[in-house]
Structure formats: structure tokens, C-alpha cells
């Protein structure tokens, strides 16, 4: 693929999707700086050791997507240490699950705030960037659940159904500066978000997808290299869904 030499940025890169991701540009030699909030760097350090061992060049921080200073000062120092950004990924997403009868107010915006604002702060931040450079891939990553909806999943579901507006709105404002913005739509994804469901749970979500399994993380990851390829040079807009059928 084409993503040799390119810098990545990808937001909630220390595991789950985010890894997959970055582990994926890494293997085409792209260097990778990646952002996390978790509670502790081990993550981070051996998401950081992978890269490594990927092939690539990789380098994590603590950011927390839904402040916006923090956003600014994690951009500039990319920018000040790779001289540019190709590529962002805006993976970083928390659920907080409940009845939306009972859903607390600090719940909400937990999820709405981290989702749908810090993809928006990061869009922001790396767009101004590629404006300069006159090209760039932004690909936001939705779910499956922003489209067709989920109990107990209210927030989340309004979340990533805004990450879908938003890919489309900055999509048509950047096109003419030569930025693709597109999204990635994971269904049922084996990660350490969906591993504390019940096994009733996972089974109905796997009885609701026609390949009849859940999605592994590459899958994911995948798609994401396609978007930002040259192999997708006239794609923008737009949704790619990675479901095993479970939404079409």
C-alpha cells in the first residue's frame, strides 16, 4: 500500500480497533503517534512496542479528546516533530449503557462529549494542518449502532449517528483542499468493549449478523488502510460498514 513514510495520527490507539489501526499503518512503515486515557500508560508502552516490532515508528500520549486545549497542545507537538499529518484516524469512544428514561446527565455527555466533541476538536486541529499541505485523510470511525439504533444505548447511538454528519458536512467543506473524510461503521467487533457483555449478549449479536460471527479488529483496521490509500482517491463522504451483514 501507499502509506509508506506518511504520518498517522490515531486517537484511542492503545487497544481494541485503535491498535489494530495503528499496527496496520505501522506495517506499511508509517509513523504512527497515537493518543490514549487510560488510567496507566502500560497500554500505551506495549501498544508503543508492537509498532516497533511492526516495522514502523510509533509514539503514544495522554490526551483527553473532549478538551479542547489538550487537543490543540497534542497537534502541535505532532506537528512540530513530523512536520505534517497525512492521515487522521478518529477512533477515541466510550459507551456508558442505560435506559434512556433513567440515563443520568453526566452519562450522556461522558459519551457525547469524548465521541462526537473530541472528533470534532481532532478534525479541526489536523485539517488545519492538511490545508497547508493541500491533502489528507480524515476517516472517523462511527458503529453500526449510529445507523440503525441499540436499547440502552442512547447516547452512544446519538454520538456516533453525529460522527455520520459530521464525516458529510466536513467532507464537502475540505474536498476542494484535496482532505477526504470518511467514515468506518464496525459492527459486533471482538474487543475488550464488547468482551464484558453477557455470553446471552454476544450470542444475540452474532444470531442478528448473517456471517453469523463477530468481526475481529483487522477487519476494521482494513478498511480504515483503504480510505487511506490512493485506492480511494475518489471516496469521500462517505460510510463503509464493516457488519458481517448485520446492517444493510
Not at 504520518?7 to 506495517?27: E, N, Y
Not at 486515557?37 to 515508528?57: F, H, I, M, N, R
Not at 459530521?166 to 461503521?185: D, P, Q, Y
Amino acid at each position: 500500500m501507499d502509506t509508506e513514510s506518511q504520518v498517522v495520527v490515531v486517537t484511542g490507539g492503545s487497544q481494541g480497533i485503535g491498535r489494530a489501526i495503528a499496527l496496520r499503518f505501522a506495517g506499511q512503515g508509517a509513523s504512527v503517534y497515537f493518543c490514549h486515557y487510560d488510567p496507566d500508560d502500560s497500554e500505551s508502552e506495549k501498544t508503543e512496542k508492537l509498532l516497533a516490532e511492526a516495522g514502523g515508528q510509533g509514539k503514544g500520549f495522554k490526551v483527553n479528546v473532549a478538551d479542547k486545549d489538550e487537543v490543540k497542545a497534542f497537534f502541535k507537538t505532532l506537528v512540530q516533530e513530523a512536520g505534517r499529518i497525512d492521515v487522521l484516524v478518529n477512533n477515541a469512544g466510550v459507551t456508558k449503557d442505560g435506559f434512556a428514561v433513567r440515563m443520568k446527565e453526566q452519562d450522556w455527555d461522558l459519551v457525547v462529549d469524548i465521541n462526537l466533541k473530541g472528533t470534532f476538536f481532532c478534525t479541526q486541529e489536523a485539517a488545519r494542518a492538511m490545508m497547508k499541505q493541500k491533502q489528507g485523510r480524515i476517516i472517523n470511525i462511527s458503529s453500526v449502532v449510529g445507523a440503525m439504533g441499540n436499547p440502552t444505548q442512547a447516547n452512544y447511538a446519538a454520538s456516533k449517528a453525529g460522527v455520520i454528519g459530521l464525516t458529510k458536512a466536513v467532507a464537502k467543506e475540505l474536498a476542494s483542499r484535496g482532505i477526504l473524510v470518511n467514515a468506518v461503521a464496525p459492527g459486533y467487533i471482538n474487543t475488550q468493549m464488547t468482551d464484558i457483555l453477557s455470553d446471552e449478549v454476544k450470542q444475540a449479536f452474532i444470531d442478528a449478523t448473517p456471517l453469523g460471527k463477530m468481526g475481529e479488529p483487522e477487519d476494521v483496521a482494513a478498511a480504515v488502510e483503504f480510505l487511506a490509500s490512493e485506492n480511494s482517491r475518489y471516496i469521500t463522504g462517505q460510510v463503509l460498514h464493516v457488519n458481517g451483514g448485520m446492517y444493510m
